[in-house]
């Protein structure tokens, strides 16, 4: 089924990684699943969403998104949508997010179905587009 700003044939991946402490490993095995057959990864881990925090992936996470933009999908890359952040009602600001500001990630923000940003959204520069979540 392909229609405006759907890829056709393409291939997305959702990974239930947030059940229990997380770790870099964990991170990584996630973000490397299958990386020759997933086109897009849809993802929306971070840090905390206090607003106090400075954070991001870590070695093997690293590792993970530049070995996956690069060789992923027989050398054309893997795509990684990333959630710019649920931690509006903290102030919390996506910028402090090293995910969300990866060169290999696009960060998109969420509205409601009437366009308008919803209570939880983080706002930042790094937010390339917002999609209606209906919340």
């Not at 056709?8 to 229990?20: K, Q, V, Y």
């Not at 998104?65 to 903290?90: D, Q, V």
């Not at 919803?118 to 390339?128: D, G, K, L, Q």
């Amino acid at each position: 089924f392909c229609g405006v700003g759907i890829a056709c044939s393409a291939r997305i991946g959702d990974i239930r990684l947030l059940d229990g402490q997380v770790t870099d490993a964990m991170e990584a095995a996630a973000l490397t699943y299958n990386n020759n057959y997933i086109d897009i990864y849809s993802c929306c881990w971070g840090p905390g969403d206090k607003g106090m925090k400075m954070d991001g992936p870590k070695r093997l996470a690293s590792k993970a998104f530049k070995e996956g933009a690069e060789k992923g999908r027989g050398g054309k890359g893997n795509i990684f949508i990333w959630a710019s952040g649920n931690g509006g009602l903290a102030n919390d600001h996506c910028g402090a997010d090293g995910y969300v500001n990866s060169i290999y990630t696009v960060a998109i923000g969420a509205v409601t179905n009437l366009g308008l940003s919803t209570f939880y959204s983080e706002v930042c520069s790094a937010t390339i587009a917002v999609v209606p979540t209906g919340a």
